[in-house]
């Protein structure tokens, strides 16, 4: 079984910055890609930023130059920062992990942790 175990969320002013962490526990060979989504009420999931394994990210447009997205392999765990945020950012955020058991790629989710950016 693999877990992942996210932490950071909050309440925070416009403007101001988060750091979330998701940390993969279990069983398994290695994790390939690694993201995070989130999910505003009515609004489908989206990815708001990826990093493969030797980190090359991706951002969606609306928050780039704003997060950052980073991994430590040796620990298992993705974070992002999260700077300048803005009131649209406000969702619940979801990480992501593929991971590598007995040679299958299977993807895991975090149980999500509510951001609200609000003044």
């Known amino acids: 079984q693999v877990q992942l175990v996210e932490s950071g969320g909050g309440l925070v002013q416009p403007g101001g910055s988060l750091r979330l962490s998701c940390a993969a526990s279990g069983i398994f060979f290695s994790i390939n890609n690694m993201g995070w989504y989130r999910q505003a009420p009515g609004n489908q999931r989206e990815l708001v930023a990826g990093i493969t394994r030797d980190s090359t990210t991706n951002y969606h447009g609306s928050v780039k130059g704003r997060f950052t997205i980073f991994r430590d392999n040796a620990k298992n765990t993705v974070w992002m920062q999260m700077n300048n945020l803005k009131p649209e950012d406000t969702a619940v955020y979801y990480c992501?992990?593929?991971?590598?058991?007995?040679?299958?790629?299977?993807?895991?989710w975090g149980q999500g942790t509510q951001v609200t950016v609000s003044s």
């Open positions: 992501n992990a593929d991971v590598v058991r007995w040679g299958l790629e299977s993807r895991y």
